[in-house]
């Protein structure tokens, strides 16, 4: 979740073989599934690197 013109938005992207790129923001669940199953969603949580390896 991101913080945009003081509202919290779910940003929603794809990934593919070039790289990820953003479909759009969106303001509630009902938004994001007009781009996406959200069956399909996955949380990404940032695990912190290890010694000597990049973020």
Do not use: F, S, W
């Not at 509630?28 to 000597?52: M, N």
């Amino acid at each position: 979740m991101i913080i945009l013109d003081q509202r919290a938005c779910l940003r929603v992207t794809r990934l593919n073989q070039h790289g990820r790129y953003l479909l759009a923001y969106c303001g509630t669940p009902q938004e994001v599934a007009k781009h996406v199953d959200l069956a399909d969603l996955v949380q990404v949580i940032p695990l912190p690197a290890r010694p000597g390896q990049p973020r």
